[in-house]
């Protein structure tokens, strides 16, 4: 049973230019073996390259049977990821 769990912070702005940062983030975080919980409360703008990289962690999570949780992700956040269908696919469904 997992106990821990490892937390990205999205910030305000969740772009391209922070892509390299959060990919970095995520290959330790698969590394740790714990779930990971998206802190996104605080975004203003997000872009389709930020979305993919959460798309591909959430499915390299699934494989090993661990979740992406999302408590309270902005408005922006949600929107972009029905806009891009995959709003489903990263753990969003229910928000």
Same mark, same amino acid.
């Given at each position: 049973?997992?106990?821990?769990?490892?937390?990205?912070?999205?910030?305000?702005?969740?772009?391209?230019?922070?892509?390299?940062?959060?990919?970095?983030?995520?290959?330790?975080?698969?590394? *740790?073996?714990?779930?990971?919980?998206?802190?996104?409360?605080?975004?203003?703008?997000?872009?389709?390259?930020?979305?993919?990289?959460?798309? *591909?962690?959430?499915?390299?999570?699934?494989?090993?049977?661990?979740?992406? *949780?999302?408590?309270?992700? *902005?408005?922006?956040?949600?929107?972009?990821?029905k806009l891009l269908g995959?709003?489903?696919?990263?753990?969003?469904?229910?928000?």
């Amino acid at each position: 049973m997992k106990m821990d769990m490892d937390k990205i912070d999205l910030g305000t702005r969740c772009t391209i230019v922070k892509a390299e940062e959060l990919h970095g983030q995520m290959e330790r975080f698969l590394q *740790s073996g714990n779930d990971v919980e998206v802190q996104s409360s605080d975004v203003e703008q997000i872009d389709t390259s930020a979305l993919q990289l959460l798309l *591909s962690f959430h499915k390299a999570l699934a494989k090993d049977s661990r979740k992406l *949780s999302w408590p309270n992700p *902005s408005e922006q956040v949600v929107a972009t990821a029905k806009l891009l269908g995959i709003d489903k696919h990263i753990g969003l469904s229910g928000h």
